[in-house]
């Protein structure tokens, strides 16, 4: 035995254990357990000496002190975590280490001494009083946010011991995320009262009393919050009003809902109904009857009334986070009947059997109803644990209901709910698609006369697949695939249509109105996907002309240039009237532009439409007017318009979408050839004048080489460290290598990538280079950015690719401008515009199909973005290039010879040209419409229009209201609508900026497999020849054929690209 343990066990020292061991802990705590004070430290050492004593029954070791801490450890460390919390809140530790010592001298049941310190941290925090949390709000909220680790963390170490205390504990936890949820959506966002210099409390301390269950799926706690919302509100409109009484004089009940009569009295809304004469005071004035008061009209101050609508909106959010985080909790029991029903009558409007309306003035209603909580609520309905009475709930409300607006409205409600939740099952897989189609015939061909939960979800789901089958269609019609999935489309229509059931065919109508606009329902009638449209729609489109953008400006102008050559054209050439009216229609327009904008308008459209001009009247056109036109460029492209028929056959003037683009590349070339300084609209203006000159410059929106913006950032590190100028060389097997200092190779050294062991640097004589070594600073044109159009083909294109300072919205409307210009360009010089592209294309050729196809993904792309239809988009470019006409042209000319240059010159462009339109784009769209000669263009509006029809009582699923297209909301639509806002939603600003990164990691699995098979395939020696040669898509296709290559991994292939 030890000398230590003689004295442990030797009777005569038998005195001194106690003493010994009280030693040994303390030593033994600091040395294996570092405390964040002497009260942790005393607390840890008091639950091991209990422990110890409690559960040995023999003679005491020292051993026993090591066991009773691995046993603890987990609890001891919770502890240090919430005494981090409480640093300098000596009252609360002290109270946690006095409840310690009296549990202990008590002889009581040893309750874990992190629950005993959480228990008073949370009490502590729930306790701070009102005045005080007012100071600072944001820190109490921050503090509790804190806690919420911890208090998981420990309430799940111990969920099958001590279920009192986690009980306990949880129901403090939960009242304390009330309160800071109250404090969080209600007091912070509130204005500072000028007056006072702080914020409303709103009754904080009033909740604090008010609020005392601590059990929220409970229907008493849940209305215990109810109640005290509605008590804010109450008080909140007694404070609108002047000289307002707290109670009612008639009925003297709380006057929750004031209202003022005409004698300047207040009684309640219930009262204002028995009552004939104002009963306060005897004053006896005659009350109107019936007597409608607006509070909204009333004598309030404005900017207490919109401090009260903003309440009520925060309101609103405390509410949704209250129901979502709270009371469905999924660690916490379901919610009470009453509470669902609570919620069920909010979504329905308690079942259509009330025709009250929402008020801001009516304290009855503490929430407002408005139709993104109804859907949330319904949202979270549905999904709980409860879905079951939820469904039988809402089959009765829509049996029983009669009023067929709000029957209509909730089942609109229940369709979208289920295509929010469910619609991303319907993933955009032909082969799935075409399949799923004919599940669904059955469905729109049968009769409903009555609606259910079950019957809407599985209509929802229809048109999902219907939506989804379209866009498909549209993006593969050229493919096998596409060829079968447009004979199932083809199917389901005709087998609903036949069943007197169109309605699938004018979804399709809507959702192609809303995403391409009319011009591109026009050009659909022609082809061979004309079956997508009913026919009274493709009836009237016949009519149908695309809309003249051109004449948005100077519209006066153009109008009467329009009449004018109206007069020439009715004169015979030759002839002294026609070269008069010649003259004159040369006069009425402002410029060289103006005028063939006109003529394009006026007579290139018309050559392949309803009223042709004359060959004779074109060519007496086209040889007066070349005499004075200013510039080779204008005539050729005069002789483009008229003489022979170039443009409309380049263009394809014979569709909208050739009418389109011939309006922008007029109206692109009016503003970037008008001669002189071009300024900052020079980058784009080169392209058209100088297309050589501009293939050596660098293009807008095109790519940076991700290599030279790694080796820059390398090279600036290692110009920071040794003030040199770094150089790039490259190993006799390819790898890549920097020197620093002078950035001339001195010393000698080996590669050591991959094992490679070739020799790098100096060969001993200074400055001189290795054997095989090479510089490729200057000479690496692969690892650069190339000038020029280097995107490729369209279709290898991503869908929304932002470049540099440049939104995805901005990227898209920028990059569109660019090929226009290319486009343009290519109208006068197309061999100059193929050695503009890289890599070149086989064929000159094929230049203007190359870059149409560049166009109509960028028009696709700013549609996505900003969720307007193609038509309309195109009206917002017109707006961009006018307001670029407006521009001063003061300076030199911009050359984007240098990526900085061009970085700085793309966002600076954005600034003044783009963003003014797009960021107030409903309000210019409005302005562009009205602007625009519409007589000649039929609205088909009305035909789509599901507002005021009728439910369908034969059959429920043919009724139009259901079959109302609502388009996806996209990330980058999501990511531009918040650019406004982003203050007001920071969090989610943060998550849409990293979308990307966070849809790419459920890819993460897949290329770490990826890696693990190359590692084991070529055993970590992948030499740069092979690395040349092999492509992953080759790779994985011969690996695929291995059964274990890709075990349990079905995105392989769709992660890889294949």
Same mark, same amino acid.
């Not at 000496?49 to 005491?60: A, E, F, K, L, P």
């Not at 004698?263 to 004053?283: G, L, Q, S, T, Y």
């Not at 379209?470 to 036949?498: D, M, R, T, Y």
């Not at 240098?898 to 970085?903: E, F, L, P, V």
């Given at each position: 035995?030890?000398?230590?343990?003689?004295?442990?066990?030797?009777?005569?020292?038998?005195?001194?254990?106690?003493?010994?061991?009280?030693?040994?802990?303390?030593?033994?705590?600091?040395?294996?357990?570092?405390?964040?004070?002497?009260?942790?430290?005393?607390?840890?050492?008091?639950?091991?000496?209990?422990?110890?004593?409690?559960?040995?029954?023999?003679?005491?070791?020292?051993?026993?002190?090591?066991?009773?801490?691995?046993?603890?450890?987990?609890?001891?460390?919770?502890?240090?975590?919430?005494?981090?919390?409480?640093?300098?809140?000596?009252?609360?530790?002290?109270?946690?280490?006095?409840?310690?010592?009296?549990?202990?001298?008590?002889?009581?049941?040893?309750?874990?001494?992190?629950?005993?310190?959480?228990?008073?941290?949370?009490?502590?925090?729930?306790?701070?009083?009102?005045?005080?949390?007012?100071?600072?709000?944001?820190?109490?909220?921050?503090?509790?946010?804190?806690?919420?680790?911890?208090?998981?963390?420990?309430?799940?170490?111990?969920?099958?011991?001590?279920?009192?205390?986690?009980?306990?504990?949880?129901?403090?936890?939960?009242?304390?995320?009330?309160?800071?949820?109250?404090?969080?959506?209600?007091?912070?966002?509130?204005?500072?009262?000028?007056?006072?210099?702080?914020?409303?409390?709103?009754?904080?301390?009033?909740?604090?009393?008010?609020?005392?269950?601590?059990?929220?799926?409970?229907?008493?706690?849940?209305?215990?919050?109810?109640?005290?919302?509605?008590?804010?509100?109450?008080?909140?409109?007694?404070?609108?009003?002047?000289?307002?009484?707290?109670?009612?004089?008639?009925?003297?009940?709380?006057?929750?809902?004031?209202?003022?009569?005409?004698?300047?009295?207040?009684?309640?809304?219930?009262?204002?109904?028995?009552?004939?004469?104002?009963?306060?005071?005897?004053?006896?004035?005659?009350?109107?009857?019936?007597?409608?008061?607006?509070?909204?009209?009333?004598?309030?101050?404005?900017?207490?009334?919109?401090?009260?609508?903003?309440?009520?909106?925060?309101?609103?959010?405390?509410?949704?986070?209250?129901?979502?985080?709270?009371?469905?909790?999924?660690?916490?029991?379901?919610?009470?009947?009453?509470?669902?029903?609570?919620?069920?009558?909010?979504?329905?409007?308690?079942?259509?059997?009330?025709?009250?309306?929402?008020?801001?003035?009516?304290?009855?209603?503490?929430?407002?109803?408005?139709?993104?909580?109804?859907?949330? /609520?319904?949202?979270?309905?549905?999904?709980?644990?409860? #879905?079951?009475? =939820? !469904? *039988?709930? $809402?089959?009765?409300? &829509?049996?029983?209901?009669?009023?067929?607006?709000?029957?209509?409205?909730?089942?609109?409600?229940?369709?979208?709910?289920?295509?929010?939740?469910?619609?991303?099952?319907?993933?955009?897989?032909?082969?799935?698609?075409?399949?799923?189609?004919?599940?669904?015939?059955?469905?729109?061909?049968?009769?409903?006369?009555?609606?259910?939960?079950?019957?809407?979800?599985?209509?929802?789901?229809?048109?999902?697949?219907?939506?989804?089958?379209?866009?498909?269609?549209?993006?593969?019609?050229?493919?096998?695939?596409?060829?079968?999935?447009?004979?199932?489309?083809?199917?389901?229509?005709?087998?609903?249509?036949?069943?007197?059931?169109?309605?699938?065919?004018?979804?399709?109508?809507?959702? /192609?109105?809303?995403?391409?606009?009319?011009?591109?329902? #026009?050009?659909? =009638? !022609? *082809?061979? $996907?004309?079956?997508? &449209?009913?026919?009274?729609?493709?009836?009237?489109?016949?009519?149908?002309?695309?809309?003249?953008?051109?004449?948005?400006?100077?519209?006066?102008?153009?109008?009467?240039?329009?009449?004018?050559?109206?007069?020439?054209?009715?004169?015979?050439?030759?002839?002294?009237?026609?070269?008069?009216?010649?003259?004159?229609?040369?006069?009425?327009?402002?410029?060289?532009?103006?005028?063939?904008?006109?003529?394009?308008?006026?007579?290139?459209?018309?050559?392949?439409?309803?009223?042709?001009?004359?060959?004779?009247?074109?060519?007496?056109?086209?040889?007066?007017?070349?005499?004075?036109?200013?510039?080779?460029?204008?005539?050729?492209?005069?002789?483009?318009?008229?003489?022979?028929?170039? /443009?409309?056959?380049?263009?394809?003037?014979?569709?909208? #979408?050739?009418?389109?683009?011939?309006? $922008?590349?007029?109206? &692109?070339?009016?503003?970037?050839?008008?001669?002189?300084?071009?300024?900052?609209?020079?980058?784009?203006?080169?392209?058209?004048?100088?297309?050589?000159?501009?293939?050596?410059?660098?293009?807008?929106?095109?790519?940076?080489?991700?290599?030279?913006?790694?080796?820059?950032?390398?090279?600036?590190?290692?110009?920071?460290?040794?003030?040199?100028?770094?150089?790039?060389?490259?190993?006799?097997?390819?790898?890549?290598?920097?020197?620093?200092?002078?950035?001339?190779?001195?010393?000698?050294?080996?590669?050591?990538?991959?094992?490679?062991?070739?020799?790098?640097?100096?060969?001993?004589?200074?400055?001189?280079?290795?054997?095989?070594?090479?510089?490729?600073?200057?000479?690496?044109?692969?690892?650069?950015?190339?000038?020029?159009?280097?995107?490729?083909?369209?279709?290898?294109?991503?869908?929304?690719?932002?470049?540099?300072?440049?939104?995805?919205?901005?990227?898209?409307?920028?990059?569109?401008?660019?090929?226009?210009?290319?486009?343009?360009?290519?109208?006068?010089?197309?061999?100059?515009?193929?050695?503009?592209?890289?890599?070149?294309?086989?064929?000159?050729?094929?230049?203007?199909?190359?870059?149409?196809?560049?166009?109509?993904?960028?028009?696709?792309?700013?549609?996505?973005?900003?969720?307007?239809?193609?038509?309309?988009?195109?009206?917002?470019?017109?707006?961009?290039?006018?307001?670029?006409?407006?521009?001063?042209?003061?300076?030199?000319?911009?050359?984007?010879?240098?990526?900085?240059?061009?970085?700085?010159?793309?966002?600076?462009?954005?600034?003044?040209?783009?963003?003014?339109?797009?960021?107030?784009?409903?309000?210019?769209?409005?302005?562009?419409?009205?602007?625009?000669?519409?007589?000649?263009?039929?609205?088909?509006?009305?035909?789509?229009?599901?507002?005021?029809?009728?439910?369908?009582?034969?059959?429920?699923?043919?009724?139009?209201?259901?079959?109302?297209?609502?388009?996806?909301?996209?990330?980058?639509?999501?990511?531009?609508?918040?650019?406004?806002?982003?203050?007001?939603?920071?969090?989610?600003?943060?998550?849409?900026?990293?979308?990307?990164?966070?849809?790419?990691?459920?890819?993460?699995?897949?290329?770490?497999?990826?890696?693990?098979?190359?590692?084991?395939?070529?055993?970590?020696?992948?030499?740069?020849?092979?690395?040349?040669?092999?492509?992953?898509?080759?790779?994985?296709?011969?690996?695929?054929?291995?059964?274990?290559?890709?075990?349990?991994?079905?995105?392989?292939?769709?992660?890889?690209?294949?």
């Amino acid at each position: 035995m030890s000398p230590i343990g003689k004295v442990f066990f030797d009777d005569v020292n038998r005195k001194r254990v106690t003493e010994l061991l009280d030693c040994y802990l303390v030593d033994f705590i600091f040395m294996v357990h570092p405390c964040i004070n002497s009260h942790e430290h005393k607390i840890v050492g008091l639950y091991l000496m209990t422990s110890i004593q409690r559960s040995v029954y023999g003679d005491i070791s020292l051993v026993h002190v090591n066991v009773a801490y691995r046993q603890q450890k987990a609890m001891f460390d919770n502890l240090s975590a919430v005494f981090a919390l409480l640093e300098g809140n000596e009252d609360v530790i002290s109270l946690v280490e006095n409840q310690v010592e009296s549990t202990i001298k008590e002889g009581k049941e040893l309750v874990p001494c992190d629950f005993l310190a959480l228990n008073c941290l949370l009490t502590s925090l729930w306790d701070v009083r009102a005045n005080e949390l007012m100071l600072n709000p944001e820190y109490w909220v921050k503090k509790v946010e804190q806690c919420k680790m911890i208090t998981l963390q420990i309430l799940h170490s111990k969920e099958d011991d001590n279920e009192e205390y986690i009980a306990e504990c949880r129901k403090i936890w939960s009242r304390l995320n009330v309160k800071k949820l109250y404090v969080e959506h209600i007091i912070i966002p509130s204005p500072v009262v000028k007056k006072t210099g702080k914020r409303p409390m709103h009754k904080l301390a009033f909740f604090t009393r008010m609020v005392t269950g601590r059990d929220f799926q409970s229907h008493e706690t849940f209305q215990q919050v109810i109640d005290f919302l509605r008590a804010a509100i109450v008080d909140n409109i007694q404070n609108l009003y002047s000289n307002c009484p707290k109670a009612c004089p008639v009925c003297e009940k709380a006057l929750d809902s004031p209202i003022r009569l005409p004698c300047n009295h207040f009684i309640c809304d219930d009262c204002v109904k028995e009552v004939h004469m104002c009963p306060v005071d005897n004053c006896g004035k005659e009350i109107p009857k019936p007597y409608n008061y607006n509070p909204a009209k009333d004598n309030i101050d404005e900017q207490q009334l919109t401090s009260f609508k903003d309440l009520r909106k925060r309101m609103n959010k405390f509410f949704m986070t209250f129901v979502s985080d709270i009371v469905f909790n999924e660690e916490e029991r379901d919610p009470d009947d009453e509470i669902i029903r609570w919620l069920l009558d909010c979504v329905t409007a308690r079942g259509g059997e009330t025709t009250r309306q929402f008020s801001l003035f009516n304290s009855q209603e503490v929430v407002d109803p408005t139709p993104v909580l109804r859907s949330f /609520l319904l949202k979270l309905l549905l999904s709980c644990r409860q #879905k079951h009475y =939820v !469904n *039988t709930y $809402l089959d009765k409300v &829509l049996a029983v209901s009669t009023n067929q607006q709000h029957q209509l409205q909730t089942m609109v409600l229940l369709m979208d709910c289920r295509k929010d939740s469910f619609g991303h099952q319907f993933a955009k897989d032909v082969d799935m698609l075409s399949d799923v189609l004919g599940d669904y015939v059955e469905l729109v061909t049968d009769f409903f006369p009555k609606p259910t939960v079950g019957i809407l979800s599985d209509l929802a789901d229809a048109q999902c697949c219907i939506s989804q089958s379209l866009e498909c269609l549209l993006a593969n019609s050229s493919i096998p695939v596409g060829k079968k999935l447009e004979a199932s489309l083809k199917k389901f229509l005709h087998s609903s249509a036949s069943s007197g059931n169109t309605q699938p065919g004018y979804l399709i109508a809507r959702q /192609l109105m809303a995403s391409r606009g009319e011009s591109f329902i #026009k050009d659909l =009638v !022609n *082809t061979s $996907l004309n079956f997508l &449209l009913p026919d009274d729609v493709k009836h009237d489109l016949e009519s149908f002309d695309v809309p003249d953008a051109l004449s948005v400006t100077n519209q006066k102008h153009y109008r009467e240039s329009i009449s004018s050559l109206d007069k020439v054209i009715a004169e015979t050439y030759p002839g002294n009237g026609f070269v008069n009216a010649l003259n004159n229609f040369r006069q009425t327009c402002q410029d060289d532009m103006m005028m063939l904008q006109v003529l394009f308008t006026r007579i290139t459209r018309t050559l392949v439409q309803r009223v042709p001009v004359s060959i004779d009247t074109r060519n007496g056109i086209t040889q007066e007017l070349s005499k004075t036109l200013k510039g080779t460029y204008k005539t050729t492209l005069l002789e483009m318009l008229l003489q022979d028929n170039r /443009l409309p056959r380049e263009m394809g003037v014979k569709q909208s #979408k050739g009418i389109n683009l011939s309006m $922008l590349v007029l109206n &692109l070339y009016s503003c970037l050839c008008s001669g002189g300084v071009m300024a900052d609209l020079y980058p784009l203006s080169e392209i058209i004048s100088q297309p050589l000159q501009a293939a050596t410059h660098f293009f807008p929106t095109m790519a940076d080489n991700q290599l030279e913006l790694m080796q820059d950032v390398i090279k600036q590190a290692l110009q920071q460290a040794s003030g040199g100028t770094p150089t790039t060389y490259k190993c006799p097997n390819g790898h890549p290598y920097f020197i620093g200092d002078c950035g001339r190779p001195v010393e000698r050294a080996q590669c050591t990538v991959n094992g490679c062991g070739a020799y790098i640097g100096s060969t001993g004589a200074y400055n001189q280079a290795a054997a095989g070594n090479v510089n490729i600073t200057a000479e690496n044109s692969s690892g650069k950015t190339q000038p020029g159009h280097i995107l490729g083909t369209a279709d290898k294109r991503s869908q929304t690719a932002p470049e540099r300072d440049l939104n995805s919205l901005s990227c898209a409307v920028l990059r569109c401008l660019t090929h226009l210009s290319m486009y343009t360009a290519s109208l006068f010089n197309i061999q100059h515009v193929h050695q503009m592209i890289r890599p070149n294309l086989p064929r000159v050729e094929d230049v203007r199909p190359f870059i149409d196809a560049h166009i109509q993904l960028d028009l696709q792309q700013i549609a996505q973005c900003c969720a307007e239809s193609t038509d309309d988009c195109i009206l917002l470019l017109h707006d961009v290039i006018n307001r670029m006409k407006q521009a001063s042209h003061i300076g030199e000319n911009i050359t984007l010879n240098t990526t900085d240059i061009r970085k700085k010159w793309e966002r600076e462009f954005d600034e003044r040209y783009i963003q003014p339109v797009f960021d107030n784009r409903k309000h210019n769209l409005e302005t562009i419409k009205g602007e625009l000669d519409t007589s000649k263009s039929v609205d088909i509006k009305d035909i789509l229009s599901t507002v005021r029809q009728p439910l369908n009582r034969a059959n429920l699923l043919a009724s139009p209201g259901l079959w109302a297209y609502r388009r996806p909301l996209t990330v980058p639509a999501l990511q531009n609508l918040l650019v406004s806002t982003c203050k007001e939603a920071p969090r989610l600003c943060d998550v849409i900026n990293s979308s990307e990164k966070l849809m790419a990691l459920k890819y993460l699995p897949d290329i770490l497999n990826l890696m693990r098979l190359l590692n084991g395939e070529f055993h970590s020696k992948f030499s740069r020849a092979k690395a040349d040669s092999l492509t992953i898509r080759d790779f994985v296709t011969n690996m695929l054929q291995r059964p274990t290559a890709f075990a349990g991994s079905p995105t392989a292939t769709s992660a890889l690209g294949i």
